[in-house]
C-alpha cells in the first residue's frame, strides 16, 4: 500500500505571507498517462474535507489562484501566494492511483 | 449541483453492525463516471479510506484491507443511494463516517472526490 508523509504538521502564517507544504508518496504517482494521481484537501474547522488540487496541480472549480499545486513521481507541494483568515484549516494529500486510497496525515495551518 | 445526504444511527452497540447511507442528488449511483466512497475520521486514524462502489457495464467495490472482512458496500439504483455495513464493530471504529463522489471526466481522468457528505459522527459504545 502506498503511504503519504505530510510536513510541516504545523504551520502557523501571518496573513499575506505564503504557506507551503509539502507531501511525499512511498510509490510514484505518476500514472502511464503522464498524469499524477495527487489531491490536495482543506478541511475547514467543522466541515468535510473540500477539494482544492487534483491530479497534483488543477484546481477545483470555484478555488481561488492563489493555491496552486506542483510536483511530480513521488514530491509534491502545496502552495498558498498569500495566505488569508478563510484558509485557516487542516490540509491534506490523497494519492488516488491504486486502492486503497491514502491521505497523508494532515498540515494544520492557523494564523498568528 | 451533486449533493450526498448522509443517514443512519449515531450510537451502535459493541458487535453490532453500523449502517450508514448515503442519498444522491444531482447524479446517478450507477453514473460510468464516478465512484462512490467511504471514509471515516477519528483522532487516533486520522482520515481512512473505507472503500468505495463504482458501476460501468456491472458494479464493482474496493475494501480496505483494515476492514475488508467486516465491511460492505452496496448501490442502491431504486433509490439512488448507496450504503455502507460495517459488522462486529468495537470502540475503535469510533469516528466521523463520510461518504464522497470520486470524479472521472469524459477520457476517464480521475478529478478528485469533489462531493462529500456532512459527515456522521458513530460511537459504538455499550
Known amino acids: 500500500d502506498i503511504v503519504m508523509t505530510q510536513s510541516p504538521l504545523s504551520l502557523p502564517v501571518t496573513p499575506g505571507e505564503p504557506a507551503s507544504i509539502s507531501c511525499r508518496s512511498s510509490?510514484?504517482?505518476?500514472?502511464?498517462?503522464?498524469?499524477?494521481?495527487l489531491d490536495w484537501y482543506l478541511q475547514k474547522p467543522g466541515q468535510s474535507p473540500q477539494l482544492l488540487i487534483y491530479?497534483?496541480?488543477d484546481r477545483a472549480s470555484g478555488v481561488p489562484d492563489r493555491f496552486s499545486g506542483s510536483g511530480s513521481g513521488t514530491d509534491f507541494t502545496l502552495k498558498i501566494t498569500r495566505v488569508e483568515a478563510e484558509d485557516v484549516g487542516v490540509y491534506y494529500c490523497?494519492?488516488?492511483?491504486?486502492?486503497?486510497?491514502?491521505f497523508g496525515q494532515g498540515t494544520r495551518l492557523d494564523i498568528k | 449541483q451533486v449533493q450526498l445526504q448522509q443517514s443512519g444511527p449515531g450510537l451502535v452497540r459493541p458487535s453490532q453492525t453500523l449502517s450508514l447511507t448515503c442519498a444522491i442528488s444531482?447524479?446517478?449511483?450507477?453514473?460510468?463516471?464516478?465512484?462512490w466512497n467511504w471514509i471515516r475520521q477519528s483522532p487516533s486514524r486520522g482520515l481512512e479510506w473505507l472503500g468505495r462502489?463504482?458501476?460501468?457495464?456491472?458494479?464493482?467495490?474496493d475494501y480496505a484491507v483494515s476492514v475488508k472482512s467486516r465491511i460492505t458496500i452496496s448501490p442502491d439504483t431504486s433509490k439512488n443511494q448507496f450504503s455502507l455495513q460495517l459488522n462486529s464493530v468495537t470502540p475503535e471504529d469510533t469516528a466521523v463516517y463520510y461518504c464522497?463522489?470520486?470524479?472521472?471526466?469524459?477520457?476517464?481522468?480521475?478529478?478528485?472526490?469533489?462531493?462529500w457528505g456532512r459527515g456522521t459522527t458513530v460511537t459504538v459504545s455499550s
Open positions: 464522497a463522489r470520486g470524479y472521472y471526466d469524459s477520457s476517464g481522468l480521475r478529478r478528485g472526490m469533489d462531493v
Open positions: 444531482g447524479d446517478s449511483v450507477s453514473s460510468n463516471s464516478a465512484a
Open positions: 462502489t463504482y458501476c460501468r457495464s456491472t458494479c464493482y467495490n
Open positions: 510509490q510514484s504517482l505518476l500514472h502511464s498517462n503522464g498524469y499524477n494521481y
Open positions: 491530479l497534483g496541480s
Open positions: 490523497m494519492q488516488g492511483l491504486q486502492t486503497p486510497r491514502a
